[in-house]
């Protein structure tokens, strides 16, 4: 697996370690896509993005108090998620930062060593 990432000691929480073929190794497992909270990560199997919908992030969504924000990584390169589901999370008052996978996975370290209250839901490279 390659690039391989330093945790921060401040950040608590599920840490991306590395990115590779197989997909993103967080603590001691691999997925292939993931869905993170401040509290833990689990495998994810998302729809293609275009059909991606609210009810796709319910385990991100049941946090409480709610994240400030999603994180959604998009895959192999940035791509905008569907409006219907940005104006659903934004009526939660959660916002949505789409970006390219690698990117959300670091976006994920920086901002949790910060204490933030984010999720993020990773789709595959």
Same mark, same amino acid.
């Given at each position: 697996? /390659?690039? *391989?990432?330093?945790? %921060?000691?401040?950040?608590?929480?599920?840490?991306? *370690?590395?990115?590779?073929?197989?997909?993103?190794?967080? !603590? !001691?497992? &691999?997925?292939?896509?993931?869905?993170?909270?401040?509290?833990?990560?689990?495998?994810?199997?998302?729809? /293609?993005? %275009?059909?991606?919908?609210?009810? %796709?992030?319910?385990?991100?969504? /049941?946090? !409480?108090?709610?994240?400030?924000? &999603?994180?959604? @990584?998009? @895959?192999?390169?940035?791509?905008?998620?569907?409006?219907?589901? &940005?104006?659903?999370?934004?009526?939660?008052?959660? @916002? &949505?930062?789409?970006? %390219?996978?690698?990117?959300?996975?670091?976006?994920?370290?920086?901002?949790?060593?910060?204490?933030?209250?984010?999720?993020?839901?990773?789709?595959?490279?």
């Amino acid at each position: 697996m /390659a690039p *391989r990432f330093e945790r %921060d000691p401040s950040a608590s929480g599920p840490v991306v *370690r590395a990115i590779g073929p197989r997909g993103f190794s967080v !603590d !001691d497992g &691999v997925y292939p896509a993931l869905l993170l909270t401040p509290i833990s990560a689990e495998g994810w199997t998302p729809p /293609a993005l %275009d059909a991606l919908a609210e009810a %796709d992030l319910a385990p991100l969504l /049941a946090l !409480d108090p709610p994240p400030e924000f &999603v994180i959604l @990584g998009t @895959g192999a390169t940035m791509a905008f998620p569907p409006r219907a589901l &940005v104006r659903a999370l934004e009526a939660r008052g959660i @916002g &949505v930062e789409a970006m %390219d996978s690698r990117a959300a996975a670091r976006t994920w370290g920086v901002l949790r060593a910060e204490e933030r209250w984010i999720a993020a839901a990773i789709m595959p490279l």
